[in-house]
């Protein structure tokens, strides 16, 4: 059974005689869009349910106490700085049905090292800086619905060792994967046509590249410093 309660009132609760029987205690919730719902349990697992547009994020006053994010089947975006700055995020799950997901969505998400998108996803965009900066991401598998890299998607992911860029990609945007010291690889797929400043900067692990006939554009310094 599920059990509401006060935030401030969950430990006091559960100390109290006859309510030990519950185990799962939701902290806060409430809505997140015309047709969505949310609510965080006291482990730390923040739900998002619904059919829709995600346009606000209410739960942000528990960044702290949030370690796992899913998404049900139906939300359609993540809206910007959904998530961003969130120190103890370990997981996130993203269904097929999310189209877009905002600029810095998981921005500096320091623990954050598992992100699971639908095989089926129907993700075309992702804004700038969504993953920047989160040091524990060891691997991302984009998928082929995606066509754009944006900026600074991926940069100072310190930990990331593998990514796989699909072969819907045409642009890679500026500094998308700098300081990410932890790839030694990376192959290009043919419908890259331009890659931006930086890109690739300061990859300092980096020793193998394939860059595709396709390219057309390629900016300034995209491999300074590896």
């Known amino acids: 059974a599920l059990v509401y309660v006060p935030a401030a009132s969950v430990e006091a609760y559960k100390a109290a005689e006859g309510w030990n029987k519950f185990t799962n205690w939701i902290m806060a919730s409430g809505t997140c869009g015309d047709n969505l719902t949310w609510k965080l349990s006291t482990d730390g697992e923040l739900t998002i349910e619904g059919i829709g547009a995600m346009t606000s994020t209410p739960w942000s006053i528990y960044s702290e106490q949030v370690s796992t994010v899913t998404i049900g089947e139906g939300v359609t975006n993540i809206g910007e700085w959904a998530f961003g700055y969130y120190p103890n995020l370990t997981s996130i799950t993203i269904p097929a049905s999310v189209t877009t997901i905002g600029g810095a969505a998981f921005m500096n998400c320091s623990s954050l090292a598992s992100v699971t998108i639908a095989e089926n996803s129907q993700l075309v965009s992702i804004g700038s800086s969504a993953f920047n900066w989160c040091s524990y991401l060891t691997s991302v598998t984009i998928p082929n619905s995606v066509t754009s ?14 990514i796989t860029i699909p072969n819907s990609v045409t642009s890679i945007g500026e500094e998308a994967f700098a300081e990410c010291s932890g790839l030694t690889s990376i192959t290009i797929p043919n419908s890259v046509t331009s890659i931006g400043n930086e890109a ?27």
Request: aromatic fraction near 12%; charged fraction near 10%.
């Open 200 to 226: 690739f900067g300061c990859c300092s692990g980096l020793t193998s590249i394939t860059i595709p006939n396709s390219l057309t554009c390629i900016g300034e310094y995209v491999f300074g410093e590896c």
């Open 149 to 162: 890299i944006g900026e600074y998607l991926f940069a100072e992911c310190s930990g990331l060792t593998s």
